[in-house]
């Protein structure tokens, strides 16, 4: 029987939007692949205490996750993600980029690394080039890996399938993991009288450990969810049009177009922007998000910013002051113009947030 290599995966950070391909590539090239588990408590305390401080959450629990694998795979896959075609000259936040070189500097016994980068801006095919480069690293190469990019491709135009329609991307993740087929399901959305754009970087978003439930909590409370990626690609690009510059992030450009997107062609009650305490692209994107919010008819906005400190209680509190208030302002009827703060107590300034 032949012992095929292990390559661990996290679960973190761009896992939570690009897992499909680099699950089903792997798989396709003959390598078994170990995933790690949602993240537990165990994650966050292991990222918390070995990650630098000033590292945000998310940096933290990638730390966390790839010291559960470190021991149950041959290889570890962490890449250093700069670019993909996305909007423009844009890169991923410049934590991503030294992403391998702080894993090394802070576990201690790690397996090999694939740290190859991943730009794909400045090239023809560039992610078939980089998935052949990664591919000879793995004793592979030829026709095998042509059709291992292929299936990558198609798995990952399912998923973005799922998570349009507002499918957790950690469902997902699981379903292929037991070997399930990718099949879109036939879901109707539970009913709801309030509807909200809850959006934010993808990490943070559909990390249901870390934001507390946030999902299953707005909708036991009969809240209907948009996330960034319910909006056609076509739709989050037109909105580049209307900002007078792009960001040079590629997660914080989605979240803002998809913001845009929201006040202007969509009916929502309100925003949440889901964040991380300490993130350095959010100091600009909450902020502008906050002043869109506020120009297109002063619509209801809550920041939801998240440490490792966070509680359940602490969301819950905050979620349900804002869905009230949101109720409020809907059954008085008044549409676009929102309350005199007194009519709502504490909540006068529609800012939120957990720390
Ligand atoms: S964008 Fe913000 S939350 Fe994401 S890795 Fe960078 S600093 Fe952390």
């Known amino acids: 029987m032949t012992v095929r290599l292990k390559i661990g995966i996290p679960r973190a950070l761009f896992s939570y939007l690009y ?9 396709e090239l003959g390598l078994e692949v170990i995933v790690s588990s949602s993240t537990s408590k165990q994650s966050l305390d292991f990222g918390v205490k070995e990650t630098v401080n000033d590292a945000c959450l998310p940096i933290k ?3 966390g996750h790839v010291a559960e694998l470190k021991d149950k795979a041959d290889v570890l896959f962490l890449p250093r993600l700069v670019n993909v075609r996305g909007f423009g000259k844009e890169t991923f936040c410049p934590k991503f980029l030294g992403l391998p070189d702080m ?36 004793g592979k190469s030829g026709l095998v890996v042509w059709r291992a990019i292929n299936s990558g491709k198609k798995s990952q135009q399912v998923f973005m399938k799922y998570l349009a329609q507002g499918i957790l991307a950690d469902r997902v993740i699981d379903i292929m993991i037991e070997g399930k087929t990718l099949q879109l399901l036939e879901e109707k959305p539970p009913s709801a009288d309030i509807s909200l754009a809850v959006l934010g970087y993808p990490y943070l978003v559909y990390d249901s450990f870390i934001n507390a439930d946030l999902f299953a909590r707005m909708q036991e409370m009969g809240v209907g969810l948009q996330t960034v990626e319910m909006v056609p690609p076509q739709c989050l690009k037109k909105q580049g049009e209307h900002m007078q510059k792009n960001l040079f992030w590629h997660f914080s450009n ?40 506020k120009d297109f008819g002063r ?50 300034t529609y800012q939120l947030t957990s720390v």
């Open 19 to 27: 897992f499909p391909f680099w699950y089903t590539f792997f798989s």
């Open 61 to 63: 629990l990638y730390h």
């Open 103 to 138: 894993i090394r500097n802070s576990i201690t016994g790690l397996p090999e690394i694939i740290d190859n980068n991943i730009e794909l801006v400045h090239d023809i095919f560039p992610l078939d080039k980089a998935c052949h480069k990664i591919a000879r690293r793995l």
């Open 254 to 293: 989605r979240t803002v177009r998809a913001t845009l997107y929201y006040l202007k062609e969509h009916k929502i009650d309100g925003i949440v922007h889901v964040t991380a305490f300490g993130c350095g692209p959010d100091a600009m994107v909450n902020k502008l998000m906050e002043l869109e919010a």
């Open 299 to 348: 619509t209801p906005f809550m920041t939801l910013s998240l440490d490792e400190h966070t509680g359940e209680a602490g969301v819950a509190t905050r979620v349900e002051a804002f869905v009230d208030m949101l109720r409020l302002r809907k059954n008085r009827g008044h549409g676009d113009v929102l309350p005199p703060p007194e009519e709502v107590g504490h909540l006068g």
